[in-house]
């Protein structure tokens, strides 16, 4: 099992191959799975529909649609505009979502599932927050791939040097992250740690790379013979609220950005920025 600490003693954050969820077991009510078709239909649209588009993008008769339809429309979850006839999610639909955002907790979605994402890959996988000083480690999945390197739970990722801290640099504002940078840098120039650290346009030139990419990638750095991969989890308004990183040993973790355990990574940071309301990329 996992270590863990609290996440709310660390400061709240500023505002591939996917893997389908596991189908559930045992007999449904096939009319409610179509009428979920028809709501998950509108919900992609992102606009009005017309009957004869939802009936064959749900694979339905116009008939049966406009039966489902009118169902919909008596619970509310879906209404008619009068002037286009045009279908769309209706008021119980954002009551439903509104009740799920609020029900949503970054952390406890993101440690229910790591365990699985560790067996996966084989590989360590981490938690992280924006924390006081920075990127702040909430919870280490352990995998077979032990690794010599001091991840655990109230550590800290440097920002400046490693795949995670990238990721916040990338997404969080820059009044958050540049005094942290600085005080990185400063500690390198002084002597007292070597961070494996970026600054100026190199650094510049990473985190766009990073935003561009939406994961990053550190080989052999800060700590020799281990490599990571880490990528964003984001809310319903579109931030930042924890990373994912991957960790283990070099010859054991392909971090190519195209590469298998790249895409897995993306898939499950992917889907739980989902379930927190997000839509949009990456």
Not at 83 to 94: N, V
């Amino acid at each position: 099992m996992g270590d863990r600490i609290d996440p709310a003693t660390a400061s709240p954050l500023y505002g591939g191959d996917d893997t389908d969820t596991p189908a559930l077991k045992g007999r449904g009510v096939q009319s409610v799975e179509i009428g979920g078709r028809l709501l998950t239909l509108l919900a992609q649209s992102g606009q009005p529909m017309m009957l004869r588009d939802l009936a064959q993008m749900a694979e339905l008769t116009p008939g049966q649609a406009h039966a489902y339809i009118t169902s919909l429309r008596k619970l509310d979850l879906v209404e008619q505009d009068a002037a286009s006839g045009r279908y769309r999610l209706g008021p119980f639909a954002l009551t439903l979502g509104l009740a799920r955002l609020r029900g949503s907790d970054p952390y406890r979605l993101a440690a229910e599932q790591v365990a699985a994402l560790a067996d996966q890959l084989n590989l360590m996988v981490a938690i992280t927050v924006w924390g006081t000083h920075g990127p702040t480690i909430v919870l280490v999945q352990e995998s077979s791939n032990y690794i010599h390197a001091n991840v655990r739970p109230g550590g800290m990722f440097t920002v400046t040097g490693t795949a995670t801290g990238k990721v916040f640099a990338a997404w969080l504002p820059r009044k958050l992250i540049e005094p942290v940078i600085a005080a990185e840098l400063q500690a390198v120039q002084k002597g007292w740690s070597d961070l494996g650290a970026l600054s100026g346009v190199a650094l510049d030139r990473e985190i766009e790379k990073v935003r561009r990419d939406g994961i990053a990638a550190t080989t052999d750095l800060p700590v020799p013979g281990i490599s990571a991969l880490s990528a964003p989890v984001f809310n319903h308004s579109g931030h930042l609220q924890l990373a994912i990183t991957v960790i283990g040993p070099t010859p054991k973790i392909d971090v190519s950005l195209q590469g298998g355990h790249a895409a897995t990574l993306l898939g499950f940071t992917r889907r739980l920025s989902e379930q927190l309301g997000y839509i949009g990329n990456p």
